[in-house]
């Protein structure tokens, strides 16, 4: 029940954008997204629930759509401390355990 | 403060020799859940418990026993430890999954376990 992740990693300049993909083979109750710097925990960015809806948190936002049983991490114009690498959790309808994806690397470079 | 805290953050132990990593938390969270981390593989659940008493297996159970005696406390217990137990271990909580709400989950800062 692994959702699938793409890309694996991006490498960005400061100020350029980049869309980090989260699919998944079941029906999807709710996503997360998590940003997480090396050997530090994970950290909370946003949840969105089923309902197609569209968060933003700055200069971040993401999609869901539930039809396609997909959600899409946005970040525009990127800063050096964007760099870490992103998982997506979801949450399949009907049960309650948040499963993660691989993770993305995003590397934002000077 | 809102948080989870695990111990020990790092431990380095040979192969069968038991070791516990404790996790607590003091949000009055009633959802518990451990997960490891490696190299290519993102964060995958070992065992998850929705309450006191109430534990279930996740992705990744082989090799691992938790307990759920009180609301704040989810011990993970690797009774042998071997080799391919070495990883970064996580804690997380977060209350009770609703069905029409999202929940935040709160992650501990993570155990280094290597076992050799």
């Known amino acids: 029940q692994q959702p699938v992740q793409s890309p694996q990693a991006v490498i960005l300049r400061e100020g350029e954008d980049a869309v980090i993909n989260c699919s998944s083979s079941?029906?999807?109750?709710?996503v997360h997204w998590y940003r997480q710097k090396h050997g530090e925990a994970p950290v909370f960015l946003m949840i969105l629930l089923k309902g197609g809806e569209q968060k933003g948190h700055e200069k971040i936002s993401a999609s869901f759509n539930e039809k396609k049983q997909q959600s899409s991490l946005y970040l525009t114009a990127s800063q050096l401390s964007y760099s870490g690498t992103y998982f997506c959790g979801t949450r399949v309808t009907g049960a309650n355990n948040l499963f993660f994806g691989t993770g993305t690397r995003l590397t934002v470079i000077p | 403060e809102a948080q989870v805290t695990q111990n020990p953050r790092y431990l380095i132990t040979v192969t069968g020799k038991k070791l516990t990593v404790t996790c607590s938390q003091n949000m009055n969270h009633e959802y518990m859940s451990w997960y490891r981390q490696d190299p290519g593989l993102g964060l995958r659940q070992i065992y998850y418990s929705m309450n006191v008493e109430v534990t279930d297996k996740g992705d990744v159970p082989e090799g691992y026993k938790v307990s759920r005696k009180e609301k704040r406390n989810f011990p993970l217990i690797l009774e042998s430890p071997s080799p391919n137990q070495t990883s970064l271990y996580f804690c997380?909580?977060?209350?009770?999954?609703?069905?029409?709400?999202?929940?935040?989950?709160?992650f501990g800062e993570g155990s280094w376990l290597t076992v050799v």
């Open positions: 997380a909580s977060s209350s009770k999954p609703q069905m029409f709400s999202g929940n935040t989950i709160y």
């Open positions: 079941k029906a999807l109750y709710s």
